[in-house]
């Protein structure tokens, strides 16, 4: 069965840091561009970062640069999503997709099921 799954959600107090993983089975996510979105309560979706499949090309939204990095490790077949000084306004329920687009957010091959980041003193 081909999925992603995310992982290492958590709470979190503001200025803290998480990092959140993306990962794969049955498919090999290089061949794919990998995006985080987000979603908090009564709020749109959020794209939030997106890494290229050739080349590592990355884009963070502008609420995120300076403080998000999104990364690869080949070998674990994994992307990851480090968030450092975090803020409440970051809480969401954040999802990973494997798309054969790049950028992101125009549709998308797999999808987790989420996990959720709490920021919150």
């Known amino acids: 069965q081909f999925q992603v799954a995310e992982s290492g959600g958590g709470l979190v107090q503001p200025g803290g840091s998480l990092r959140l993983s993306c990962a794969a089975s049955?498919?090999?996510?290089?061949?794919?561009?990998i995006g985080w979105f987000r979603q908090a309560p009564g709020k749109e979706r959020e794209g939030v970062s997106c890494?290229?499949?050739?080349?590592?090309?990355?884009i963070y939204a502008d609420s995120v640069k300076g403080r998000f990095t999104i990364s690869r490790d080949y070998a674990k077949n994994t992307v990851y999503l480090q968030m450092n000084n975090l803020t409440p306004e970051d809480t969401a329920v954040y999802y990973c997709?494997?798309?054969?687009?790049?950028?992101?957010?125009?549709?998308?091959?797999?999808r987790g099921q989420g996990t959720q980041v709490t920021v919150s003193s």
């Open positions: 997709e494997a798309s054969q687009n790049f950028p992101c957010g125009r549709g998308y091959d797999y």
């Open positions: 049955g498919l090999t996510l290089a061949n794919y561009a």
């Open positions: 890494i290229s499949y050739i080349g590592g090309t990355t």
